[in-house]
């Protein structure tokens, strides 16, 4: 039962788009040399990478993908079954009960609440995260992390959930304003997304990301000085280019942009930087330039908080009925009460899942345009069809999943559609203009 990654899906959900992709693995974008794709610049690639995709997609990688999406499934079910579970037992009351007896302060009630059942749910939890996180990824050679770092990263997990949700008294006040405005806390829920959310965005360069994995600047200096030349190309100042030690947990390739103004920085993991060549690894990084210059942190954050309205309308109109139904038969009357948290976040589940189209739509959207910008920054066709190959066949990727399974777990463009779109998308051929590079260096 992932608590923190469902009170604060908002936060996660605004910062996604800037990111590259989890399961159904999908590339990133863009360098700055000239379509190379045969010896004469500008020709046409040279190889059928449409085919190479579809060859690329062994039955080894197809059970990894089929796997993937069974868990994508499976998570958010079996996070509804222990919510039910610790509600219906009535141990949800229980550590309420523990709570109240260890102090009379809302704030010691609250953080003592959130730690014992973080706990609990931790403990819940934790047969489906192994066989999701590290049983799954170590069968498919995926990780060859031991037991005891895999276990640690999800103690360090609990450790901030606990910290983010209880030591900062968000579910405090939280819960206090359930109970000053039992008809209207989503309301106000809603209008503190926004503050919240860009807090999150801003300090999860700062304090989440480095409590699971080491950060430096690119060692690579020749590729650095490539890298700021694209971004100065795009108009962005001196920005950091870190690495960080992924191989330490994974094997897959990914690169992200994430926070902003003093956090932001554009990340390679080490593993992309062993795995692909310069001009892949420039497409991939013009990809994550994109995201910056047309404001996408910005935009996801504006999104998720308007649609943070509806989100918790619907949370409020699932959770308020069932308990007054059922709320006696597990310890609590009012939503106010701490022992409904349960209820709460099994409510907040059953509404994530039902608005996830809409945010993956969004999300693909806006990675389209990264795309686009990652093409005509660097003119690279052959470059960037090369990157979203290597990325989705290391990640073990669907290339050409169903409509269905596009909408509902596809937070990136298929890895076909990508393809396709960067062998074919050359608008300085037929004299037309950019839809979203401009070159800054020029007059």
Known sequence: MRVATLL???????????????????????GDTANVASPAAGSAPARDYVAEVRANFTPENRA????????????SFYGLAVCLLVLSTGASARIRDLAHRLSGRRYVRALAYVALYSLLGFALG???S??????????YQLSNQSFGGWFGDQAKALLIQVIFLGVIPITMLAYRQIEKSPRRWWLWFSCLSLPFITAAVLIQPLVIEPAFNKFSPLKDQHLRASIL????????PARRVDQVDRSTQTNKYNAY????????H?????????????REILFVTGHEIGHYVLHHIWKGIGFISALSFLLFWLTWRVAAPLARRYGPRWGFTELHDLASMPLLIGALTVVVLALTPIFNWHSREIEHQADVFAVEITRDNDAGARSFIKLGTQNRSNPEPPGWA???LYDHPPLIERVQFAISYRPWEHGQPNRFFRDRTRP
């Open 64 to 75: 990894y993908s089929r796997r993937r999406w069974i868990y994508a499934f499976v998570d």
């Open 406 to 408: 596009k909408w509902v």
């Open 130 to 139: 192994y066989a999701e996180d590290f049983s799954l990824e170590h069968r």
């Open 266 to 278: 554009v990340v390679i993991w080490d593993t992309t930087l062993k795995g692909m060549d310069e």
């Open 8 to 30: 604060i899906v908002l936060a996660g959900l605004a910062g996604a788009p800037a990111t590259a992709p989890a399961a159904p693995a999908a590339p990133a974008a863009a």
């Open 126 to 128: 934790f047969p489906l």
């Open 257 to 264: 942009v994430s926070g902003f103004g003093p956090s932001q």
């Open 229 to 236: 030349a694209e971004a100065a190309r795009a108009g962005i």
